[in-house]
């Protein structure tokens, strides 16, 4: 904190000395002062790294870009190769990153590093507050940014990697990242870049090592082998990630079987239904051929997935085919309903108890209690039916285990974008 206040008393002698006249300067310092004039010393300092010169300037404000918009918190050595992938280009230039030192002095002091945590971070929240508030400052973050994550996956000295290389060498620091967050920029923004890079990926992408990091990321708490990434398409990985702009196109390149499972047993709508990507459900239902009602391998439909995880708009779309079983039994001999019910799911209690051939005697037979919800009238409406329908339910029991996910809840697809208040998946 003494350190922040330091450097903001210089920005803000900076931003002070900046105005023209004397009268000016003594207004700045007026709001200054006041504490009412933080953003302006951004601004202020932020308007300073653009006027250096013309390299300086871009590299000052992508880095400050880069550690804004992150998914997670990024290293020294992560940071510096990101910025050193040129958009376009084949391969990689290890001359082309700059060091840490470089970095840190040509953004003027908005970004430090931070010793007990071997990370760079914005020099104080204020700031990441300020950009947020002004997202026209890097006119659109998250496409470039997944533009220079699949430049660098897409890279030749990349692609040759093994799938099976473990550990990573020490000389790709950006790897990991780029392989386990590039989908989450992209699902914010698409260009066409971003499209075209990924269709690339994710034309071979069984074969590509970022496969089998994204498989790590998403299965964390089951341990794989090193030479697991064969058996996760590119179409898999699309429907996983959620991103509809790549999947329309990615469907068109080639032939793809949509009921193929994956070697987790999971097929393309299980994992879109499981993640609750209502946009990607739509158009793999609307493919020719496809069988909705495909478990994966704890014999979970993408029904009861999506009842399970909340996802009102997939279990809609699901109830409303006849080729969809309401009743399939799945993990823990349950059923979809009783599913909802321990979620806390009203809505989707509502519509499953109004689908023909649901028998709500199910939730019965259930054990474990719902979970702690709100009392919108809606739920509770949802609760009181129960008793209508002659069901010995167990809301009465108490509601525990808040907080509890799916196994879909990958970690790269629906966690906060703050890594602070991230929470880990865990398997039911």
Not at 58 to 66: D, K, N, S, V
Not at 341 to 350: D, F, K, L
Not at 392 to 399: F, V, W
Request: hydrophobic share 40%.
């Amino acid at each position: 904190m003494a350190a922040y206040r330091f450097l903001l008393v210089s920005l803000s002698i900076e931003t002070i000395l900046g105005e023209t006249t004397i009268h000016r300067r003594r207004e700045k310092l007026k709001l200054i002062s006041s504490g009412r004039d933080v953003g302006g010393v951004y601004n202020a300092t932020l308007g300073r790294i653009k006027a250096q010169e013309k390299d300086r300037a871009r590299l000052g404000m992508e880095a400050i870009m880069w550690i804004a918009y992150s998914e997670r918190p990024l290293g020294p050595d992560e940071l510096s190769q990101a910025l050193g992938v040129e958009i376009g280009s084949r391969d990689l230039n290890s001359d082309n990153a700059p060091s840490l030192r470089t970095i840190l002095n040509w953004t003027l002091g908005l970004l430090v590093a931070d010793s007990s945590s071997s990370k760079v971070r914005l020099v104080h929240l204020t700031l990441q507050e300020h950009i947020l508030a002004n997202p026209t400052l890097f006119g659109a973050p998250h496409s470039i940014i997944a533009e220079v994550c699949l430049t660098y996956l897409n890279s030749k000295c990349i692609k040759d990697l093994s799938p099976a290389l473990h550990p990573l060498p020490s000389i790709t620091p950006f790897l990991e990242y780029a392989s386990c967050y590039w989908g989450a920029h992209a699902r914010r923004h698409a260009s066409a870049g971003v499209i075209s890079l990924a269709l690339k990926l994710l034309d071979s992408f069984e074969t590509h090592i970022s496969c089998r990091l994204l498989v790590q990321a998403f299965e964390k708490e089951i341990t794989l082998k090193v030479n697991y990434a064969v058996g996760f398409p590119g179409l898999h990985c699309a429907a996983l990630l959620g991103i509809s702009q790549i999947l329309v196109p990615l469907l068109k390149i080639k032939k793809w079987d949509l009921n193929a499972t994956d070697l987790f047993g999971n097929t393309v709508l299980v994992l879109a239904a499981g993640n609750g990507h209502d946009r990607i459900v739509k158009l793999l239902l609307e493919q020719e051929g496809i069988n909705p009602d495909i478990a994966d391998g704890w014999d979970n439909t993408p029904l009861s997935l999506a009842a399970a995880g909340g996802h009102e708009g997939v279990v809609k779309m699901l109830l409303e085919r006849n080729d969809v079983n309401p009743e399939a039994v799945g993990h823990g001999c349950r059923t979809p309903l009783p599913r909802a019910t321990e979620r806390g799911c009203g809505r989707t209690v509502q519509m499953l108890l109004e689908r023909n051939g649901v028998n709500p005697e199910a939730v019965a037979a259930s054990s474990r209690p719902p979970l702690l919800r709100s009392s919108e009238s809606w739920y509770e409406a949802s609760v009181e039916r129960l008793p209508e329908l002659h069901v010995a339910h167990p809301y009465r029991r108490g509601r525990q285990e808040p907080g509890r996910y799916s196994r879909y809840s990958c970690p790269v697809v629906s966690c906060p974008r703050q890594p602070e208040t991230m929470q880990k998946c865990r398997f039911e």
